[in-house]
């Protein structure tokens, strides 16, 4: 069974441009979670949806935003890339409930040049 | 809002050494409590939970943790490390009872010494 895929694996932009990143699920999971991990900084929770809602997302500007489609996918979009928005951005997801084990993707690397 | 504390951001120790990693969490209601593993230029891996019953869970991999309510910890231990056991460890809380976010805690870079 196919884990948590994220494309593109690397992406590097320029300041001021905007990036999408995408997400497929585990088969049969219906959340969808991101996080940015930074240099030194951990990782950062900035989104969550579940059956195509956002549920809740973190201390993130707005041109952090995304989407969660019929399928499950999603899609994370970073606009007017800053060069502090360089990072690896995990995609996770999960079945629906309390306590369910989170799968991470790989990760896309994203460089803000 | 839950919280996660991890004391430690480096843990050097020697091969066959036991080890301690430091997690404490924040939450004004009943909570689940996770170990991730990043092993280098890879995604986040579990190593264990806590759900629920027996306070003591261990992984596959001789890891072990304790969850502590009254001292709100979690720490994570192994008696003797492997090279192998080199990673970053993330902590991490949801909120009992209901869906939540996952909030993980900056990570503790675990690295062993021949």
């Known amino acids: 069974e196919a884990g948590v895929t994220q494309s593109p694996t690397h992406l590097i932009k320029t300041r001021g441009q905007q990036a999408t990143l995408r997400c497929s699920p585990i088969?049969?999971?219906?959340?969808v979670y991101w996080y940015q991990q930074a240099l030194g900084l951990g990782l950062q929770f900035l989104l969550w949806?579940?059956?195509?809602?956002?549920?809740n997302r973190g201390n993130f500007p707005p041109r952090f935003s995304g989407r969660q489609f019929p399928n499950y996918s999603s899609e994370l979009n970073v606009n007017a890339l800053e060069l502090e928005d360089s990072a690896l951005y995990l995609c996770?997801?999960?079945?629906?409930?309390?306590?369910?084990?989170?799968?991470f993707g790989e990760g896309s690397w994203l460089t803000v040049v | 809002a839950q919280s996660v504390t991890q004391l430690d951001s480096q843990v050097p120790v020697f091969e066959e050494a036991p080890v301690e990693l430091r997690c404490n969490y924040s939450?004004?209601?009943?909570?689940?409590l996770f170990w991730y593993v990043q092993y280098p230029n890879q995604g986040l891996q579990l190593l264990l939970k806590?759900?629920?019953?027996?306070?003591l869970v261990e992984s596959i991999n001789g890891f072990e943790a304790e969850f502590n309510k009254s001292q709100t910890s979690f720490h994570l231990r192994k008696p003797s490390v492997h090279i192998s056991d080199t990673a970053e460890y993330f902590c991490?809380?949801?909120?009992?009872?209901?869906?939540?976010?996952?909030?993980f805690g900056s990570g503790t870079r675990l690295s062993i010494r021949p």
């Open positions: 991490a809380v949801t909120r009992y009872s209901s869906a939540s976010k996952i909030i």
């Open positions: 806590y759900l629920s019953g027996s306070t």
């Open positions: 088969s049969g999971h219906t959340s």
């Open positions: 939450s004004s209601v009943s909570v689940y």
């Open positions: 996770a997801s999960s079945s629906t409930g309390a306590g369910n084990t989170i799968y």
């Open positions: 949806y579940d059956e195509g809602e956002e549920r």
